[in-house]
DNA sequence: TCCTAAGCGAGACGGTACGTCTTGTCTTCCA
DNA sequence: TGGAAGACAAGACGTACCGTCTCGCTTAGGA
């Protein structure tokens, strides 16, 4: 029950990885099943064993990186600020854009992305802005929270593209510093305070 | 040498609204030429008449949209302030928004759009933010404008998105406003003064 | 309207005689569309613009096959006796499986037929054997007439194969003379009299 | 070592069964390992450890039937004559075919079985015929003996097939007596005498 | 008025990719 | 050691679109 699991495991990061290498070199919507395996060194017949489709295979893979993501967040949440923790918090964003920029750059900078993702992304990115806003506001906000949430989102995967774009020549915290001077003084107009 | 002009020019009109219904309805991928013709009530013959694939019917069609907002910017540009102009010039993308949002709503929301069309956008705007910051900055920013103007433009179109997706409940006036506050007091602290 | 229909019955004569050519060579159950368009210089999609399957391409040779059979029986059916008509009567089967010498060895005598083809004739020639039974017989036969029929057809099918199988050494109006010596002495004692 | 020997034998003729069952049920062509193995209570893998192919199991199945006929004619051949000997010599077909009638149908009426293995039961039967006729024939005969064996062996082929496929409604004996009856008058005008 | 070029419908065809199915091989584990 | 379980390679299947092509029909301007 060892041997064949890890079989299995090898198998699926083969073709994880030769989805990510294909649509880096060509695009998403061109890359074929039959490509991915030759890639691969695998036979079609044994992609249709583990994914239903081209999609399903990359939905895996961002799903995996996205867990990743959440685990950084959670486990020590307990009573730090939201908006300005310490500054390791600040950087994990770009942190991990950093670690997955290939899965990255497919997403946010190819040339034929999907943008469902995209969208997916920063919907998810606004919720978790959002939460953190609500957090931190003592009163009522003279803008709708989620208009801003979603601005804020937008501004920052908007950044993150543009930084790997021309090749990360800042490092994850400067961009996480350069995100707050960017944010920092509209937070505190509008919450009427600096956000703690 | 009229009529048949005119023929031709409702053919392509027909093809390119068949196209955006579509899309809104079942998303981009999943649109094929064959149903394009079908809605148009044309033969799939007639759509590589005029246009070489699906791609380049939906690009006419964006072009047509980009080409009007170019032209509402440009005619009286002699000496206005950039970021900062009399009310109409800060409101026309949100109301340009709002009068394509089919078109919008196609490639920003669409749960099947071209990430390649988003990004081109976001770039489009990107540059155009760049011009404006450079044309009011008096000295160097402390952060890199190129970072700055992708910053803003990711924040205006996710603003743009969240606006059309929860069904445009503000004026676009309104919506300028909006992000007049965003962006207000970032670029103030950056520049070391108003932007005019 | 003349074109396009000769073009039609051209591809599917390519088809057909790609099939055919086929059997021949490798057996029925190993050819495959594939291979059969290769030989016919056409494309796997245009296979399945005219036929279902390969068994609906074999059927449909055999179907034209069948029609030519019974329009050579048909036409001139006054007033003749069926068993034993002039000499051209009794030939025509040898004569037709001389003429399509391929489809019957590909039926009869290929390695991989089909048994359901040829069960398929045999009880067609078998009805056709009951019908002249019928008509000959002046009173009760002391042997089940479909038993008979099918004694007959079956004899006749096997008398064919062998003479394919030898490379048809005899003329067709010799096989049906053949067939008439080895039919004519059970027919009489089976009637009581000569089938006239 | 006797009890794996057993073992081996009751794997085998589980699979013998299922494929005689199947075949019944849904023709020879469609059958499928993983469902002959099912039927079988088997693994897929075991199928294989045993046979090569699905055609090696049936040709296994069809080798211990032809076995058994051979069995039933051979021991107490001594000096009996050929073509006519006492009734259980003429029987020994039909009851054979009685016996065995399962898979005498998927063979003979099956609707998707192989012709080829038809085809060779035809002439083993041709070739047990001809030797009857040359060891009763006093001089030559006026038609090619292998014509005349195929003949009778196609001829009764065809009316075990009518048989069976009628629902046996006449016992082994009174088949043997049709068939007497049908050839008993084309073989004495052929050699000039009864066959004794 | 005809007639003649262009827009268009119809549909055959060569291709490419899809997702499914079955085959036969192999390896690992269990009784 | 016989069998179960199942990953895998190989390759045919029938389907769905694509983009190209050829053929006629029609229909409106120019002769």
Known sequence: ???PDRRIARTRRQLRD??????????????????????????RATFYLHFKDK???MLASLREMFDDLRRRYSPPQKGESPLRPEMPMRTIPFQHALEYRDLYRVTLLSEQGTAAILRGIRLYLADAMRERIEAVATGPLSVPVDGLANYLAGGMLALISWWLDSGTPQTPEEMAALFQQMT???MTALLGHPPR
Chains 1, 2, 3, 4 share one sequence.
């Open 184 to 186: 920092l003084p509209t």
């Open 55 to 57: 999609e399903d295979l």
């Open 1 to 3: 029950m060892k041997q």
């Open 18 to 43: 030769a989805l990510v290498a294909l649509i880096l070199e060509q695009g998403y919507e061109s890359v074929t099943v039959q490509a991915i395996t030759d890639r691969a060194d695998l036979s």
